[in-house]
T-cell receptor
């Protein structure tokens, strides 16, 4: 079955530490996205990528970094510069970065500070 | 800029109807609707494209008024399984999601 796999499901970060969240898709989708969700709030766009080796900042990119070296993979690094990283992180993909393409989401990673 | 959803929360009895609204200050190419159960990933419901179309899926339908930059989601004869948080996503070069509407359906 095709889908999006995020790992780990839960992640704990120490002060001053960088952590990387994994996102892999086998849907052969070109576009991939990272969102942050805080309790009781909507999804805020961190970064997105339309094709391999290309990505754009979303609304809240500060303190985060991404790479897109392979079509199926779009890892997100939460750096020590992100002072309030505790949140639910969702990865999504779509066939293309177009207005008529639905986004398919992974099950998310919950990140907490130790 | 994120779209505005209303109401923030609604509680229904099984069989009752509900309307969730989504409005944007920007011109829109499309509106997407998703439902998220607690602790789970959002699940795609439907997309509405420019043209004022109305779409339906079982007893859930939606409309899109591009001139007013508004969309509404209609839930008819609600079922327990409809409970969750509904998000609209508006598209103008990229996607922006509203804060969500928490829908609770009680027996």
């Amino acid at each position: 079955d095709g889908g999006i796999t995020q790992s780990p499901k839960y992640l704990f970060r120490k002060e001053g530490q960088n952590v990387t969240l994994s996102c892999e898709q086998n849907l052969n989708h070109d576009a991939m996205y990272w969102y942050r969700q805080d309790p009781g709030q909507g999804l805020r766009l961190i970064y997105y990528s339309q094709i391999v080796n290309d990505f754009q900042k979303g609304d809240i990119a500060e303190g985060y970094s991404v790479s897109r070296e392979k079509k199926e993979s779009f890892p997100l690094t939460v750096t020590s510069a992100q002072k309030n990283p505790t949140a639910f992180y969702l990865c999504a993909s779509s066939q293309g970065h177009y207005s008529n393409q639905p986004q398919h989401f992974g099950d998310g990673t919950r990140l907490s500070i130790l | 800029q994120q779209p505005v959803q209303s109401p923030q929360a609604v509680i229904l009895r099984e069989g009752e109807d509900a309307v969730i609204n989504c409005s944007s200050s920007k011109a829109l190419y499309s509106v997407h609707w998703y439902r998220q159960k607690h602790g789970e990933a959002p699940v795609f419901l439907m997309i509405l494209l420019k043209g004022g179309e109305q779409k339906g899926h079982d007893k859930i339908s939606a409309s899109f008024n591009e001139k007013k930059q508004q969309s509404s989601l209609y839930l008819t004869a609600s079922q327990l399984s409809y409970s969750g948080t509904y998000f609209c996503g508006t598209w103008n070069n990229d996607m922006r999601f509203g804060a969500g509407t928490r829908l609770t359906v009680k027996p």
